[in-house]
């Protein structure tokens, strides 16, 4: 059933739909250019309510969306789709871009005839900002702003799924906990953050460092051989024995191990790999690194 609208029956619509002050709601021709708008419109630069000559419904979307749009309405239009919600960027006169969800209607006369459409365009862009914040507590450390190990683990599993080539390294500070225990927590959050920076210093663009413990960083490095990883990982172990070396303190020392893998089988066997060859590092007297050199549990190297 087709939905006919007079021009105070429009009014009347415009007036419930608009009380939320970010929608705006459209009527429009079958060639897609606007009759009538709420005044939610005016938010991207246009006067409202009654315009006597309107923009066109792809006009107040960016050109990477107005195919899409126009499709939309056409179909609309045509009879052949009802509803359809679309996410595209609407541009104010202004050239601001905002986020919103848009959604058409048709407009019939009393025989059935289209004649126009209804549009209503909700803005998404708090939610957007909402989302985009819940991800970031969800999935990055605070501490560091690393990803976390929620978001590690996502990664890791990816690339074992698609058999993507990649090497897996973990990195973990030396006694962390009785550093923590002898100097406090301020210090260790201060040493985590130190060497997660050093980290990111020696990692190439594409490598992905996390934070996957309390004193433990994961690198996922894609395209990486083992023996390329442990040639990034052993700049950190170095670097950070160097300048331990060159303090001549006599406070605690900061140095890390590091145990290095393929990645390859499944995602356990990958990580206990890497764990096995941290392990193994930590046992030869830390500020050491080792690399399991093969998928299926090939040697420990020093």
């Not at 909402?130 to 890791?156: K, Q, V, W, Y």
């Not at 260790?188 to 996957?212: F, K, N, P």
Request: charged letters at 25%; aromatic letters at 6%; one cysteine or more.
């Amino acid at each position: 059933m087709g939905v006919q609208f007079t021009l105070r029956e429009s009014s009347a619509l415009y007036a419930l739909l608009a009380e939320h002050k970010t929608d705006i709601i459209l009527k429009t021709d079958r060639q897609g250019y606007i009759e009538h708008a709420s005044p939610g419109i005016e938010r991207l630069g246009y006067r409202s309510p009654d315009m006597l000559i309107g923009p066109h419904i792809v006009d107040l979307v960016h050109p990477a969306h107005a195919a899409a749009v126009w499709a939309e309405h056409e179909a609309v239009i045509g009879g052949l789709r009802e509803g359809a919600w679309l996410e595209i960027t609407a541009v104010a006169a202004s050239g601001r871009e905002r986020w919103y969800a848009l959604q058409m209607r048709s407009l019939a006369d009393d025989h059935g005839r289209i004649y126009g459409a209804i549009c209503l365009m909700r803005c998404r862009e708090e939610r957007r900002v909402f989302e985009d914040r819940l991800f970031a507590a969800e999935m990055s450390d605070p501490l560091t702003g690393l990803t976390n190990r929620r978001a590690f683990i996502a990664m890791l599993r990816h690339l074992v799924d698609e058999r993507i080539d990649a090497s897996l390294a973990i990195l973990g500070i030396d006694h962390f906990r009785a550093m923590n225990m002898r100097h406090g927590q301020s210090f260790g959050d201060e040493v985590v953050a130190a060497v997660a920076e050093l980290v990111q210093t020696v990692v190439r663009r594409q490598d992905i460092v996390s934070r996957i413990g309390g004193g433990s960083l994961g690198v996922l490095l894609p395209g990486a051989t083992a023996e390329q990883a442990a040639g990034i990982c052993r700049r950190v172990v170095d670097t950070l024995a160097e300048l331990g070396r060159a303090s001549r303190s006599d406070s605690f020392a900061i140095t890390a191990s590091a145990g290095v893998t393929a990645v390859g089988g499944t995602l356990d066997k990958t990580l206990k790999r890497a764990e096995m060859a941290l392990f193994m590092a930590r046992a030869k007297g830390c500020s050491r690194l080792e690399l399991a050199t093969s998928p299926d549990g090939g040697p420990l190297l020093a």
